[in-house]
């Protein structure tokens, strides 16, 4: 394992690589919109939800949950998609609130979604999320609020990726 390691420091260093631990490749992740197995995409997510289109072969012949995606993309649409979440905090103000996979977001009183990722982004300068919205609030722009562990917070809903 060092010698791979020590390959691909080497071979790198002329892309000026370098060693970073998990919170900034998680950040880097939530930033470009990425999803992850077992946070974004679950058994419970139908891949047309999570934009995935361009991953389904629609040609191919049976497989598993075939019939309910080729339903949505042909006859209907997904009830929510994943969408970006900047919350509405300036760069100082990183502790007051800490946001947790499974925070549920609403609009008007009424909830619509949920939180799958979320962390400071230092590239944007700002708390940022992934989560899932229900369509009516998927449009960049939307309004909607995060329950935290100090109470609710504005958030805006963006599309992927985060823009820098």
Same mark, same amino acid.
């Given at each position: 394992?060092?010698?791979?390691?020590? @390959?691909? *420091?080497?071979?790198?260093?002329?892309? &000026?690589?370098?060693?970073? +631990?998990?919170?900034?490749?998680? !950040?880097?992740?939530?930033?470009?919109?990425?999803?992850?197995?077992?946070?974004?995409?679950?058994?419970?997510?139908?891949?047309?939800?999570?934009?995935?289109?361009?991953?389904?072969?629609?040609?191919?012949?049976?497989?598993?949950?075939?019939?309910?995606? @080729?339903? *949505?993309?042909?006859?209907?649409?997904? &009830?929510?998609?994943?969408? +970006?979440?900047?919350?509405?905090? !300036?760069?100082?103000?990183?502790?007051?609130?800490?946001?947790?996979?499974?925070?549920?977001?609403?609009?008007?009183?009424?909830?619509?979604?949920?939180?799958?990722?979320?962390?400071?982004?230092?590239?944007?300068?700002?708390?940022?999320?992934?989560?899932?919205?229900?369509?009516?609030?998927?449009?960049?722009?939307?309004?909607?609020?995060?329950?935290?562990?100090?109470?609710?917070?504005?958030?805006?809903?963006?599309?992927?990726?985060?823009?820098?």
């Amino acid at each position: 394992m060092a010698s791979l390691w020590d @390959a691909l *420091m080497t071979k790198g260093a002329q892309f &000026n690589i370098q060693p970073i +631990g998990w919170n900034a490749l998680e !950040s880097l992740r939530i930033e470009t919109g990425i999803p992850r197995y077992g946070t974004e995409l679950t058994d419970a997510v139908i891949p047309l939800e999570a934009e995935l289109e361009h991953a389904i072969d629609f040609e191919k012949g049976c497989y598993i949950g075939q019939e309910i995606v @080729a339903r *949505m993309k042909y006859r209907g649409h997904p &009830n929510r998609l994943l969408r +970006g979440i900047e919350i509405d905090h !300036s760069p100082t103000s990183q502790g007051d609130c800490e946001l947790r996979p499974g925070a549920r977001v609403f609009n008007a009183d009424k909830e619509v979604g949920w939180v799958t990722s979320a962390t400071f982004a230092p590239t944007l300068g700002k708390k940022v999320a992934l989560g899932y919205v229900r369509v009516a609030v998927t449009e960049a722009g939307s309004r909607v609020q995060i329950e935290t562990s100090n109470g609710h917070v504005g958030a805006t809903v963006v599309l992927l990726p985060f823009s820098t």
